[in-house]
């Protein structure tokens, strides 16, 4: 087991890992990668035992379907690695825990082709050259295809004619088969690595600045489906978790009282509790819920890197949002609860928001030093 490393806040960050936690306000955040997104009640209980043991009891529920522990001190750092080994919840190797960044959908089942090609890609990690360290991978081969407005840099999908291998950022991708695929991945990552694509970080924006062979280029994936939403499912109940807090005693009560088979995360902070029907206040259950489109982060004083607090003006902004209209309060520009654009973005500075519209806590703001009270009279 390795000892936490702690960095200084920058904006330009990185994502905590188990093995690699970072320092916030309250404690280390230690975050899990429950293998193809799915947890077996057994491991759900000892998360939560181990949230309430070594953390603040709170588990934060990410945009890339992973569960963080909060508010770990550097003592308890060990004690928890353990425990989340003991679980089966935790990579021996640190290398490949901080590479198994595995979009799944919600709906496979064992055996099928989305749960073979998970398993065949993480088996695969260690055969893939170093990438940066937020790059990651999705398996969109479910029912239907929800992940493509989910982060990931390369992706397998259903096109007309079947499974292909498409990067992030091309309007097409390169038809494989399931005994193709994993070769094919390959060959993309060394190409991406070949071409300076470290560089830049991310996939979709080398694909800005360099062009991508047309041998990728050539299938189209099939059309997204409508977003999930809290609510019934032939396979266990929806719930959703407000800014993605879990308090991990409702959670672990939840799992007993249901007699629930399983959870599965995704994106959206969504979890499918398996073989449950129910209803709880804790989370959020019905669809178009306002709060499922307002996102923030923990923000000041949690975070080093906030400039305000966030989730207090969330919440009161959430209750009065217009119907499809997206809000995130973000407490620097680095925009972690919503790596991308919202309606409405207000960005921490210096105590104050910057007000973004149609964009991202890094573009340019329309107004720039609002305060909590003006920013509460956005949707008045």
């Given at each position: 087991?390795?000892?936490?490393?702690?960095?200084?806040?920058k904006?330009k960050?990185?994502?905590?890992?188990a093995?690699?936690?970072?320092?916030?306000g309250?404690?280390?955040?230690?975050?899990?990668?429950?293998?193809?997104?799915?947890?077996?009640?057994a491991?759900?209980?000892?998360?939560?035992?181990l949230?309430?043991?070594y953390?603040i009891?709170?588990?934060?529920?990410t945009?890339r379907a992973?569960?963080?522990?909060?508010g770990?001190?550097?003592?308890?750092?060990?004690?928890l690695?353990?425990?989340?080994?003991?679980?089966?919840?935790?990579?021996?190797?640190?290398?490949?825990?901080?590479?198994?960044?595995?979009?799944?959908?919600?709906?496979w089942?064992d055996?099928?082709?989305?749960h073979?090609?998970?398993?065949?890609l993480?088996?695969a990690?260690?055969?893939?050259?170093?990438?940066p360290?937020?790059m990651?991978?999705?398996?969109?081969?479910?029912?239907?295809?929800?992940?493509a407005?989910?982060?990931?840099d390369?992706?397998?999908?259903l096109?007309?004619?079947?499974l292909i291998?498409?990067?992030?950022?091309a309007?097409?991708g390169?038809?494989?088969s399931?005994?193709?695929?994993?070769?094919?991945?390959?060959?993309?990552?060394?190409?991406?690595?070949?071409t300076g694509?470290?560089?830049?970080?991310?996939?979709?924006r080398?694909?800005?600045?360099?062009p991508?062979?047309e041998a990728?280029?050539?299938?189209?994936p099939?059309p997204?489906?409508?977003?999930?939403q809290p609510g019934e499912?032939?396979a266990g109940?929806?719930?959703?978790?407000?800014?993605?807090?879990?308090?991990?005693?409702a959670?672990?009560?939840?799992?007993?009282d249901t007699?629930?088979t399983g959870?599965r995360?995704?994106?959206d902070?969504l979890?499918?509790l398996?073989?449950?029907?129910?209803?709880t206040?804790?989370?959020v259950t019905?669809p178009?819920d306002?709060?499922?489109?307002?996102?923030a982060?923990?923000?000041?004083?949690l975070?080093?890197?906030a400039?305000?607090?966030?989730?207090?003006l969330?919440?009161?902004?959430?209750?009065?949002?217009?119907?499809?209209?997206?809000?995130?309060?973000?407490?620097?520009?680095?925009?972690?609860?919503?790596?991308?654009?919202a309606?409405v973005?207000?960005?921490?500075r210096a105590g104050?928001f910057?007000l973004v519209?149609?964009?991202?806590?890094?573009?340019?703001p329309?107004q720039?030093?609002l305060?909590?009270?003006?920013?509460?009279t956005?949707?008045?």
């Amino acid at each position: 087991m390795s000892a936490p490393q702690v960095r200084e806040p920058k904006i330009k960050g990185w994502c905590p890992g188990a093995h690699r936690p970072m320092m916030s306000g309250d404690g280390l955040v230690v975050r899990v990668r429950p293998p193809l997104g799915a947890l077996t009640p057994a491991q759900v209980t000892a998360l939560c035992d181990l949230a309430t043991r070594y953390g603040i009891g709170t588990l934060d529920l990410t945009t890339r379907a992973n569960l963080q522990v909060r508010g770990v001190a550097e003592g308890d750092h060990e004690p928890l690695l353990q425990g989340l080994n003991e679980a089966g919840l935790l990579d021996a190797d640190p290398a490949l825990e901080s590479r198994r960044n595995i979009l799944m959908p919600l709906d496979w089942v064992d055996g099928d082709l989305s749960h073979r090609l998970g398993r065949a890609l993480t088996g695969a990690l260690s055969d893939l050259p170093p990438l940066p360290a937020k790059m990651g991978f999705a398996v969109d081969t479910g029912a239907a295809g929800r992940l493509a407005g989910a982060s990931a840099d390369f992706r397998f999908e259903l096109g007309a004619d079947g499974l292909i291998l498409r990067a992030d950022g091309a309007d097409k991708g390169r038809p494989v088969s399931e005994a193709t695929a994993i070769p094919a991945l390959i060959e993309l990552t060394h190409w991406f690595i070949d071409t300076g694509g470290p560089a830049n970080g991310r996939m979709a924006r080398h694909l800005r600045t360099t062009p991508l062979p047309e041998a990728w280029q050539q299938a189209a994936p099939r059309p997204q489906a409508a977003s999930l939403q809290p609510g019934e499912t032939a396979a266990g109940q929806i719930l959703g978790a407000p800014f993605g807090a879990i308090d991990a005693g409702a959670l672990a009560a939840l799992m007993t009282d249901t007699s629930a088979t399983g959870l599965r995360v995704t994106t959206d902070r969504l979890f499918l509790l398996q073989g449950a029907s129910t209803t709880t206040r804790d989370f959020v259950t019905a669809p178009g819920d306002p709060r499922l489109r307002a996102h923030a982060c923990p923000g000041a004083p949690l975070c080093p890197q906030a400039e305000a607090p966030t989730r207090r003006l969330a919440t009161q902004l959430a209750a009065r949002l217009p119907e499809n209209t997206t809000l995130h309060v973000s407490g620097c520009a680095k925009g972690c609860a919503l790596p991308r654009a919202a309606d409405v973005t207000l960005t921490g500075r210096a105590g104050g928001f910057d007000l973004v519209r149609k964009g991202a806590p890094w573009d340019d703001p329309a107004q720039s030093g609002l305060t909590e009270a003006e920013a509460l009279t956005l949707f008045e």
